[in-house]
Each structure stands twice: as C-alpha cells, then as structure tokens.
C-alpha cells in the first residue's frame, strides 16, 4: 500500500486570495474602460469561464472583445461565440424590452407589444394566482434549460413558482445526467473529469501534475463543445506533452485522426466494446490488483459478467476488428497514468447507463481514479446541490410527492429533482395525474433543441398551458408559439455572476462574471428569479435584500461574498489527490468512496436497490440493424444526431452573421459511396425519414462516416424566416428531433436514442439554401 499514499501535499491558493497576473480585474486604456471577466451564457457556451477583456467606451458601449491572457485555463483564446459577442449584444433583432401579447395571439409575431416590467410582472402574478388556485403549484411547470451561468437554476421552481415540476424537456433527460447519476451511484461522485492540471496553480508544469500517456475520448467532441467545464483544447495541450489517444467515435474527427486507436463503432453499441475492453483488461491480468483489492466492491462478479462479453463477440456487434480492440484496451490499462473522456454519447441511448457503468469500472481496475492525471473527484464538500436549494423548505412534502414521475422513477426524479420529461409530456396531453397549466420557459428553445418529437411537444403545449413566459434574448419558435410574456435577458457582457466548471462537482475553478455595461431593460437570471420570486411568494425571499445576498447564499454558500471575491474574475480550486486514503471523500471523514460499501461499486448496490441489474449489461439499440431487421428494406441506414459545430451553441447564435457563415444550413453527413449509390451530390438538399418523422438537410458528403451511417447537425431554425404559426422560424423544417420518439429510455428512466436510431435519405429537387445576404441585412450591427 505504500505506493498508494497521498502525495505531499502542495500550497494552493485559496478563494478570495489576489491572483498577482500582470492585470487588474478593471483599468482605462485608450479612452475605454476595460474590465476582465470569465462569463459562461449567453453568447452560448458552457461554463469553462473563458477568459474575455471587455472593452467599453465612454458612451458605455461594448467596442472590442478579446481574450484575456491572464486566464489560468483559457490563456487568451476564444471561441467565435465570444468573439462574436458584440453581435450578440447589439444584435438588431435582440429584445431588450420587457412584451406582452393576448393569449388568443399565440404565434402571432406582431401581436407582441412593448410594456414595463411592473406590467409584466402584473400579467405573471395574476395568472400564477388563478391557476394556483384552481389547480395547485404543482400546475406549473418550470421548463429549464441549460441555463446562463455555471450553475442550475433550480431556485426557478422552488423559491420563484413553489412547483414541483422543473422539467427539462429531453427525453430520459439523456444529457450529462445519466453520467452524472451513475457517478452518483457506484462512485459516490458527481462527476470524475479527466485531470488536465486546471485547478494546479503551475498547470501542466506543476509539480503535482503528471501527464496522461493515454487519453481516451469516448462518445465526446471537446474541441467544439467545451463541454460542461472542460476546456476542450486542453486535450490538444497535452497531446504536445506526449500523451497518446484512442477515441471512440463512429465518425473521423480531428482527434481522431490523430489517435493511436480509432475505435469507430457502430453507434449505440458502446456498452458492448466496454464491456469487451473489461474483459481484454481482466483476462490478461492487466488490472491494478491493489487498487481493486482495496477500494473496489464486485470484482469477481464483473470478471464474470464482461466475460459473457468476449472481443469477438463485441466486435461482431460493433463492426470492429476484435484484434484492435484488444490493443486498444491494452494501450488503456498499461498506461500509467491514463485518462477516460466520457461525452453526451453515454447518455443518449437506453442502455446508457449500463455504459456509464461500465466506464467507471474502466476507470476503477486500471486505478485511475483521483490520480494525477487521471480521474479527477471532488471532495465531499463539491457540488454543493444547487438543485435542492430550498428544496423541502419552499414546497413541502406534499408538494414534493406530487412531482411528476417520483413514484415510476424514483431514480431519475431523486437524483436530480425533476419532473421526468417523458411523463410531463403525457401529462399535458393526458391531464394525468393532474393538468398542466402553467409554464416558464428559461434558457430552453425546446421545440428547436431539446425535445424529442418537438411538434407533439408544440401541440400539446398549446393545448394545455393557460399561460406561459419566457426569459430570454431573443424570439424564439418556442416563445413564439406559446407564450404570452417575454422577459429581456441580459448577456454575460452585462452579468454579475458566478460559474463552475462542471457545476463545481470537480476541482478546477470558479469564474466571476464582472458587469461592463447595461443594454435596455435586460435583467440577469439571477435578477428575474428573485424579482419575479418575491411578487409571487415573498415570503421566501425575506432574507434577501438585494441579488447580491440572493448569489452569496445559492453560488458562495456564504463562504464568501461576490462583491469581495469578483475581482479575482477567475480562482482555481484547490486540488488533493488520493482522497480515498484521506477520508475527503466522505462527509463522515473516512477513508473510501462515498457509497453504501465504502468503495467503487462495480457491482452497483444502488442499481440492485432501484431494481435494475447491479452489473453492466448490454442491450441492442431499439431500432437497429440487428434488433429491427424487418425494418432494413424501408430504413437501411444508423441515424446518428447532435453533430457539433463551432459556430453554434445548441439552437443558439443562428442569428449572429459572422456564426451563420461558417454554417449557413443544417447539414447531414454522408458516405461518397452511398451519396453515389443514391444520386446525393455534395451541398444538395435531401430529405431524412424514419417511421417517426422527417427533416430536410444539406449533404455533406465525407469520408467523415461509413456507408452505413448518416450523421445530422441539430437544433435548426431559421431566425430570418417567417415567425409565425405554422412556420415558427421554420423551426419543423429541419429539426432532426422529428425523427427521434419519446418514451425510448432505460429501466431506470434514464437515456434517449438520439444517437442509434435507422432511417432512410434521399435527394431533394428543391434547394432551401440560406440567403446570407438577408441574414446580414436583418442581424448585422448598426456600426458594421
């Protein structure tokens, strides 16, 4: 055990200390004032806390963006969706004034007409009065999305509408929170992030930090996303330094064509090329005995399951040289250390968890959890839950018993207190277990991005909801077609705020959104939250006088007070590895893993518990080539959506020129091969269909997939076309989610086929190509 013990440990600063970088968080430069800040959403990332400088001029408008250098993270570089901010903020079509329209005006765009906030507020409370009244709190639905700073947003639901029912609108909620679940679960984590040395005051030269020889990118595209905290670039940052990849991924992407593997199966198979890599790894003694000895729970059983599991097997189902996968596992387990890079590709099948499971066991017997350079864990103190913020103390038990899907799937609604997305949308159009009246769209374009079957989510909102409002920067086809009030948002150039990395499950920073300017009337979340809150049920807000407080107690947890620590603009957390040894992993102070055994349970007690399968299992994709064969004559080809692109944030910045240009229409990729065979020229139209719906796209035709898959960008709407019923922005027209059925998820609630479904493709005569001189004409800033 002596290897095993924790490093020495080294000085870190703490937050609130000075970071000395060479800049203030403020200064005047050139006939500006130039103030630092490290903001996450809008213009539509996720909450890295990038580096910008804001350069504000003396009549208080935004001139220039930049990167800021001093950031420990990002180090000056941007994406374009920072870049771009100044077309975000002055954007024409922007709304910075609170609106109102009649009900009876739903998805007229010039109904909506100019009001005050007092106004605004006035229409809110008197629906949310009536509707309550009638027919309870647990009427109203909080429709969230990803939010506009590091951090959730449950306090919508609790403190602001007293309901149950916060909802994101994806199927099996199949995004970051089945990771995070079975994280929960068998780790006793939030999240176990590869370590790329971001919370290590020297980075990657820090003493404490060792270089993964291996990194193994699985299911993610971290260059375009930057997803959830982690600076996808950093991948990039130590391949310099020498580590080596594999990636598994059914499509060439940059990584990996520079991989040592690429391990390029057919997609929703993953479960089973995991379970094969356990097995290759158990088999050939590569695991680390000690580790597995001492802090793993089920070894024998999970040697026992995966061997059910062998390389040919698993490489018959997935389409990959079973020969290659064994190198490819063997690569994993002898280097020491390695790192594993789970992405959105885990959540968005139905037997996703069992993947996630699996990873974490990959994790476990090669012991790389919480080591340098590994996985990295939060301490029992991490992630401290936002989501439960206020939880029992604003709604109560019976309340609370009446959340939606609590008693079919306790472990979807427990684990991250939402109502579960499939059910809310039966409930709206079933009127059981009780109506749904009432709904607040914030940070979710849902009929755009997030739903599956999006125009059975549009008819049965429009339905049922008696009255609905939005928070947000621009129109949208969801806010077009539903609701009645619309709330101007501010961006993160106008933004007090806090933000996570990984929602500060893991030790890598906080940022601090530093304000530059204000645009019109636009409020920030944090604003509207307890503004619209204290209209609605003040006696929840009495300990708040102003936002300030309202941040202090949701973010800081009142260890320290934004107006002190901000001007740090961004702190790196203090990171301890070998937590297990050191009992910081728990909240009792011993040592082990926070689950019922103390240990990484790889076989799950927590599964067993929910009355699913407590070992990794793989099922076959719902709809598939082996599962479906009857359907191969009309749907020949794997459907695989959620393409990412650099120039967009999930549905957001469509309407930003420079963003448009570099992606002016929805694509759909394709094989040369079966483009050939099916008469598809490279930049034609083409329509995509399955039993379920259809979506037109442009070809992409690239070697990029095989001749069996076909690979789509989501998220589309036009925000330069027609906004009305039944156009909405064009917002059906091109939305891959037509294709994707709701209620296809795991046993346990969890998990969306987004990525492994069939469909069929072929050419269109008609050409929708996007007139990006209209987009420039309609969006393009006063001063360009």
């Not at 605004?120 to 309550?132: C, F, G, H, K, W």
Request: proline share 7%.
């Amino acid at each position: 055990m002596e290897e095993m013990k924790a490093k020495p440990a080294v000085p870190l600063p703490t937050l609130g200390e000075t970071n000395d970088l060479g800049k203030p968080w403020r200064w005047e430069e050139d006939g500006c004032t130039v103030t630092r800040s490290a903001p996450w959403s809008p213009p539509g990332c996720h909450p890295v806390g990038c580096g910008v400088k804001l350069y504000v001029d003396e009549n208080g408008k935004l001139v220039k963006v930049e990167g800021d250098e001093n950031q420990q993270i990002t180090q000056g570089r941007l994406c374009v969706r920072c870049l771009t901010l100044r077309d975000f903020v002055y954007n024409p079509s922007r709304i910075i004034h609170p609106m109102k329209r009649d009900p009876k005006y739903r998805g007229q765009a010039d109904k909506w007409e100019q009001c005050t906030w007092e106004e605004a507020l006035d229409i809110i409370e008197e629906n949310y009065r009536r509707i309550t009244a009638e027919y309870g709190c647990e009427s109203v639905v909080f429709f969230v999305g990803t939010g506009r700073e590091g951090g959730t947003l449950g306090p919508y639901g609790t403190y602001m509408l007293r309901s149950p029912n916060m909802c994101y609108t994806q199927s099996g909620y199949a995004c970051y929170v089945p990771r995070m679940a079975a994280a929960a679960y068998n780790l006793g984590s939030p999240y176990p992030e590869i370590d790329y040395a971001g919370g290590l005051p020297g980075r990657y030269d820090d003493p404490a930090f060792v270089n993964p020889e291996c990194i193994m990118i699985w299911g993610k595209a971290p260059l375009a996303s930057n997803p959830d905290g982690f600076f996808g670039h950093a991948v990039v940052d130590m391949m310099r330094r020498g580590a080596r990849l594999i990636v598994v991924d059914p499509r060439i992407t940059w990584l990996s064509s520079r991989a040592d593997y690429h391990l390029a199966l057919r997609a929703g198979t993953d479960t089973a090329l995991a379970m094969a890599m356990l097995d290759t790894i158990i088999r050939e003694d590569l695991y680390d005995h000690d580790f597995v000895e001492y802090w793993c729970y089920g070894f024998e059983q999970l040697a026992e399951r995966v061997a059910t599991m062998p390389v040919e097997k698993a490489g018959e189902i997935c389409g990959i040289d079973p020969e290659y996968i064994k190198d490819a596992a063997r690569m994993y387990a002898n280097a020491k250390p390695a790192s594993l890079q789970w992405g959105l590709a885990f959540d968005q099948k139905a037997n996703g968890m069992q993947l996630s499971h699996s990873a974490i066991c990959l994790m476990a017997i090669t012991g790389n959890i919480d080591v340098p350079g590994g996985q990295i864990l939060g301490n029992a103190s991490s992630g401290q839950n936002e989501t439960g913020f206020g939880f029992e103390e604003a709604l109560g038990k019976d309340l609370i018993s009446k959340m939606i899907g609590l008693k079919e799937y306790p472990a979807y609604a427990n684990t991250i207190l939402d109502a579960h997305a499939d059910l809310t949308l039966q409930a709206m159009e079933t009127g059981e277990p009780y109506p749904i009246k009432m709904g607040f769209f914030a940070g979710n374009n849902l009929m755009s991005c997030t739903s599956a079957e999006p125009k059975r989510w549009h008819d049965a909102m429009c339905k049922t909801l008696d009255f609905c409002f939005t928070l947000e920067c621009f129109m949208t086809p969801s806010a077009q077609a539903v609701c009645d009030v619309f709330l101007p948002l501010a961006t993160a150039a106008e933004e007090d705020g806090v933000d996570f990395a990984h929602y500060g499950a893991t030790p890598v920073g906080t940022g601090f959104m530093n304000k530059a300017l204000s645009v019109g009337e636009c409020k920030t979340d944090m604003e509207t939250c307890m503004i619209v809150g204290k209209r609605l049920n003040p006696q929840l807000w009495e300990n708040y006088h102003d936002v300030y407080d309202f941040i202090d107690d949701l973010r800081l947890h009142n260890n320290h007070r934004f107006k002190d620590v901000c001007k740090e603009v961004y702190v790196q957390k203090d990171v301890e590895y070998y937590k297990y040894e050191t009992g910081h992993l728990r909240k009792d102070g011993q040592p082990g893993f926070n689950t019922p055994t103390g240990r990484v349970e790889l076989w799950s007690t927590m599964f067993a518990q929910f009355g699913d399968d407590p070992l990794p299992y793989y099922e076959e994709p719902q709809y598939s080539p082996l599962n479906t064969p009857e359907l191969l004559d009309e749907y020949p080809y794997v459907l695989t959506t959620g393409a990412r692109a650099y120039a967009f944030f999930h549905s957001e910045n469509r309407q930003i020129p420079f963003c448009r240009e570099l992606n002016p229409d929805p694509l759909v990729e394709i094989n040369p091969k079966t483009a050939a065979k099916l008469g598809i020229a490279d930049g034609q139209w083409c329509e995509v269909w399955n039993q379920f719906g259809s979506a037109k796209l442009k070809a992409n035709v690239t070697i990029a997939v095989d001749e069996q898959t076909i690979h789509a960008q989501h998220g589309w709407w036009f925000p330069e076309d027609d906004p009305n019923e039944p156009n909405l922005y064009g917002t059906f027209r091109s939305n891959i989610n037509n294709l994707v059925p709701n209620f296809h998820f795991g046993k346990l609630g969890f998990g969306a086929p987004f990525k492994c479904l069939l469909c069929n493709i072929k050419p269109l005569a008609e050409n929708y190509d996007t007139d990006m001189q209209l987009v420039w004409e309609k969006f393009k800033r006063e001063d360009q």
